[in-house]
């Protein structure tokens, strides 16, 4: 892999088919968090110029949502087309602008492809219904109820840094497909690799206003987005208390919010702790835990602790760290703000108590994997989200124990559950309060037709391709009445 860095770029900002510099003279320095260079910059907007796109994307969508869902279609395949034709470049950039490894970033992009692809299929199998008015008491034959699903207007989609191209599309395709027009505000650690995915969609020949890309801190613009009148839904995935802000902000609108977690892997004593321990060290370490799903505590019954710690222990220590451009799975956090919490979580843990059993070791923004034993609930680490490489290790007497405290959390995003008593597996699952459980397996969102739920502080609404088409969309009812 090439290690000259991207020519230091100006990128500009899309509104209404065109690329554009923003009035503000306003631009943001893009850092790679392990470069520790400049890779580009992007423009702060105005509030004009969110105004601007706002009326034009309203002025696009009054067409657009009159186009057939096959003419629609075409536009989606051909954006995805386009990003499988980019995924080399646009891969490149997500390793520089957020840090992924060069792997895990063109599967994103790929990932990404075969997520319009689906929701586009998805979108075209979905029918409305009809009722008839004698089915209730006293109706009538001759009232008739077609039911079918509408789209809502203007979308504004708000994605992470995490994912900067998946978790964006995972927003506009089912909102295009849907006859939405969007706005989408990429996270600005993202926003080089966001307006590349928006280079894939122009090229695919979107009618102009469809799609507008602002670029601006979510500091300076977010909140003017969220409370504009000319927004009709908000589709968000981020920290939970911008979540919290932005709900409480919103106006009397429909909102889809992935927030964040705190996933528990929940280790019986009958489990298999190999089996086991391989999902926790790719579901804790990957992407150095900078994952919303990522396995962020374990709940191991006490009788088989020693024997797992051992276990994860010799995974760690042959766990690749470094830079991603060698693919490595733990590489230096987004930035040094987001490193210095999780050292915080860490030397909070270890002043109370902790058993430093691995890790503890920091190269500026780079963690290396951390795994914490006998991590006690008066410890930040057990009920913080790290979003980062750290792994506490806390030790129950039973499955009532762990269910207690997994259920004590402010969030409710996944959990996993390592058991091989199917039955058992079960039980947990059903008390434990979250908006999915995997059994045997990593917490993970993936693959994406699945229904993605975050519940408590984890999120408000589902995703996942179906989910997030009726989320982006109303049902309309029309009523036949005919001659009697
Ligand atoms: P973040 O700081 O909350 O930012 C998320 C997005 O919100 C970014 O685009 C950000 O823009 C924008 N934003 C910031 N302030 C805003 C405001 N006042 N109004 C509107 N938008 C605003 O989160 P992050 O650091 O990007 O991502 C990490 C967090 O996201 C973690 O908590 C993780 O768990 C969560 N996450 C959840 C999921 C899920 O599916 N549940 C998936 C991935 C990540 P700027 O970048 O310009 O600030
Ligand atoms: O944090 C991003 C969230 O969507 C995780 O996705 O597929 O890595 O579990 P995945």
Not at 137 to 143: E, H, L, N, V, Y
Not at 319 to 342: H, K, Q, W, Y
Request: net charge negative; hydrophobic share 40%.
């Amino acid at each position: 892999m090439s290690t000259n860095v991207l020519p230091l770029t100006a990128y500009n900002f899309y509104l209404n088919g065109e690329w554009r510099k923003s009035k503000s003279g306003k631009t943001i320095n893009i850092t790679s968090p392990y470069l520790n260079e400049v890779i580009g910059k992007v423009q702060g907007i105005t509030t004009e110029e969110v105004d601007e796109a706002i009326y034009y994307a309203h002025e696009a969508q009054k067409i657009w949502a009159e186009t057939s869902l096959q003419e629609r279609a075409k536009f989606l395949y051909k954006w995805a087309d386009q990003l499988v034709n980019m995924q080399d470049e646009i891969a490149e950039i997500i390793m520089k602008e957020v840090g992924k490894s060069i792997k895990d970033a063109k599967n994103e992009v790929v990932r990404t492809a075969d997520l319009i692809r689906y929701t586009v299929d998805e979108a075209l199998h979905m029918h409305g219904e009809s009722m008839r008015g004698d089915s209730f008491p006293g109706g009538s034959k001759s009232k008739v109820a077609i039911i079918e699903r509408v789209p809502l207007g203007v979308v504004l989609a708000i994605p992470p840094f995490n994912y900067p191209v998946n978790l964006a599309a995972a927003k506009l395709a089912p909102a295009l497909i849907s006859g939405n027009a969007v706005i989408f505000k990429p996270a600005t650690q993202g926003a080089i690799s966001g307006i590349k995915m928006i280079e894939a969609l122009h090229k695919a020949d979107f009618p102009a206003g469809i799609v507008n890309i602002v670029t601006g801190r979510g500091s300076d613009i977010g909140d003017y987005l969220v409370e504009h009148a000319g927004i009709n839904m908000i589709s968000f995935t981020g920290g939970t208390n911008t979540g919290i802000r932005l709900a409480k902000k919103a106006a009397m609108i429909p909102l889809v919010l992935e927030l964040g977690g705190k996933d528990p892997g929940i280790v019986r004593e009958d489990a298999d702790l190999h089996e086991a321990s391989k999902h926790i060290i790719s579901g804790a370490f990957s992407y150095s835990g900078q994952r919303c799903t990522a396995i962020k505590r374990v709940l191991v019954h006490e009788r088989v602790a020693d024997e797992l710690v051992a276990i994860l222990k010799k995974k760690i220590e042959k766990l690749p760290v470094g830079s991603p451009e060698e693919g490595n799975t733990v590489v230096p956090l987004i930035d040094n703000r987001s490193a210095d919490f999780v050292q915080g979580l860490i030397d909070d843990a270890i002043e109370k108590g902790a058993t430093l059993v691995i890790g503890n070791k920091r190269d500026h923004n780079l963690i290396y994997p951390t795994l914490l034993d006998h991590v006690t609930e008066d410890m930040v680490v057990a009920w913080e989200e790290p979003f980062g490489p750290v792994l506490p290790v806390i030790r129950v007497s039973s499955d009532e124990e762990a269910i207690a405290i997994a259920n004590q959390s402010e969030f409710g995003l996944q959990a996993s559950v390592f058991t091989k008593d199917i039955n058992k597996a079960f039980t947990i699952a059903n008390k434990i309060e979250t908006g999915s459980v995997q059994i045997n397996g990593r917490t993970e969102r993936g693959p994406d037709h699945f229904p993605f739920i975050g519940v408590k502080g984890s999120g408000m609404g589902a995703q996942g391709i179906r989910k997030s088409l009726e989320s982006m969309t109303r049902e309309k009812v029309t009523v036949l009445n005919l001659a009697e």
